[in-house]
């Protein structure tokens, strides 16, 4: 059923609320706001009782897709199932009324909190300290790039190139453009992973950094990372890691051991928090110890002081980068992270990522007869197909899948990335999915294939069974084209 706008529901004479009776004399409303900034008329308010409000909204909430409804498998960005302890905590009136211009005695606990939430981190990764200000991912890359670039010039070695791989997140270049820099791209090989042959010819004396991912977009682990690393530094460059995927390698391996001067995590992705729809995020920084004094300013700081422990924040770093965001970054991410890393402990945090990697590759082995794979298997915790198959066949598209993959009522995975794969259907499971769920999605899309060759006008027609039934797409693509030239 369609639902109406909340003013054609609105009713004449019904109300669901009631004042109280002022406690004040009344007075013209000219001597409380100034006559010019008052309307001529009142808005149009709807009139309906509360029944009707909380059935409204509950209504349209139920038509929005979201992962406590269900699966969430978009590749690479990691939307897993968020436990409700994380909002607990992060509602506790320590932190929820806690204001960032207090003083730093008063905040004793939050400080405490993301100091220890830093050491975690730093920890985790293998890196020798962490900056908890970038507000999400790719700020953290920018934040990054702005530590790499001070390293160099601090050398009095400026530099002015970033090598990106091909298969990268779009973020990558935008950032490395952002921070001042070319970025050259560095090609994949045939298995999917860094071509060590163009990134030697591609390594030069301008060569600030190597941006990766690992593992990698098509979900497939640098098993050459260490001999990269060495290239790298042999070049007086940096490697600095893409922290997108780092649900694969919680307490399996570490950047910091494989090499990376610098990594950033998605607190948001991996150490759950609810977003989408932009935000919240939170894109920490950890770097080795040649980039430690870079940092952006504060850092919290632990000392002691008559016989106690305290926290503060430093901001006397004359090196330092300055600040990415003002106070101390996005704080309820950091409650929530700080709560899902003490929760699941070293071993839960382990178990995260190979129940990952399982689900992921449970998922592959199901479709592998159904849509082609473009890259050798085993995966980590997410993989690529190509609907290629069914476009050559009978001109059903990737799109057209995501489309019909609504009416089985799950979320579309990503599509059309990584780039170097044609007709990309980008998959990421997580851990949190069981195998009845697995069953199902896996149900959906050799479902869908096999409409796409019994019945291909079944899928160009969808979805069927969404609110909002299937766009022009080729209306909107030329929309698209004109605000782009706008």
Same mark, same amino acid.
């Given at each position: ?193 860094? &071509?060590?042959?163009? %990134? ?7 060569? #600030?950094? *190597?941006? !990766? @991912?690992? +593992? ?18 042999? &070049?007086?460059?940096? %490697? ?7 649900? #694969?390698? *919680?307490? !399996? @391996?570490? +950047? ?231």
């Amino acid at each position: 059923m369609k639902e109406q706008l909340i003013f054609d529901l609105s009713r004449s004479g019904r109300k669901g609320y009631r004042f109280s009776p002022l406690d004040i004399p009344e007075r013209p409303a000219g001597e409380l706001i100034p006559s010019k900034f008052l309307r001529k008329e009142a808005a149009s308010i709807p009139e309906i009782p509360e029944s009707e409000v909380v059935r409204h909204f509950v209504r349209l909430s139920n038509l929005n897709y979201h992962v406590d409804k269900n699966m969430y498998p978009l590749g690479s960005c990691t939307m897993k199932y968020n436990p409700k302890i994380n909002d607990y905590t992060c509602d506790l009136p320590g932190f929820s009324a806690l204001h960032p211009m207090q003083p730093e005695s008063t905040a004793q606990g939050a400080l405490q909190m993301m100091h220890e939430l830093a050491e975690m981190l730093s920890e985790i990764a293998g890196m020798a300290t962490v900056s908890l200000q970038p507000a999400a991912g790719a700020h953290g890359e920018l934040t990054g790039i702005l530590l790499i670039k001070k390293y160099h010039a601090k050398l009095g070695r400026p530099r002015h190139k970033l090598l990106v791989v091909d298969s990268a997140h779009g973020t990558n270049p935008a950032s490395a453009a952002l921070g001042g820099y070319q970025t050259v791209s560095v090609s994949s090989n045939a298995a999917g992973r860094t &071509n060590l042959d163009d %990134l030697r010819a591609k390594l030069d004396e301008d060569v #600030a950094a *190597l941006m !990766l @991912t690992n +593992p990698n977009t098509l979900g497939l682990f640098e098993s050459e990372i260490l001999t990269i690393a060495k290239m790298v530094h042999d &070049n007086g460059s940096l %490697l600095y890691m893409d922290g997108a995927n780092m649900n #694969a390698l *919680l307490g !399996l @391996t570490r +950047p910091g051991d494989m090499g990376f001067d610098v990594v950033h995590y998605n607190l948001h992705k991996s150490f759950s928090t609810p977003h989408g729809g932009g935000g919240p995020g939170s894109g920490p920084v950890g770097v080795s110890a040649r980039l430690a004094e870079f940092l952006p300013v504060p850092v919290v700081e632990k000392y002691e002081e008559n016989d106690a422990t305290r926290y503060r924040l430093n901001s006397d770093r004359p090196d330092n980068i300055g600040r990415m965001m003002n106070f101390y970054g996005n704080f309820s991410v950091l409650v929530r992270a700080y709560t899902y890393i003490r929760m699941l402990g070293a071993e839960g945090l382990r178990r995260v990522s190979e129940n990952a990697i399982i689900n992921a590759n449970y998922l592959l082995i199901r479709l592998l007869d159904h849509y082609t794979l473009p890259y050798p298997k085993p995966v980590m915790h997410e993989f690529c197909l190509s609907g290629d198959r069914q476009k050559k066949a009978h001109n059903v598209r990737t799109l057209d899948i995501a489309k019909r993959i609504l009416d089985y009522g799950f979320h579309s995975p990503t599509v059309y990335f990584p780039l170097i794969v044609s007709e990309a259907l980008m998959i990421e499971p997580t851990e949190t999915e069981s195998k009845e769920t697995l069953d199902a999605f896996a149900d959906a899309l050799i479902a869908i294939a096999e409409e796409a060759s019994s019945n291909p006008e079944k899928v160009l027609s969808a979805p069927e069974t969404t609110p909002v039934r299937r766009l022009d797409d080729a209306l909107a693509s030329r929309q698209l084209n004109i605000c782009c030239t706008l």
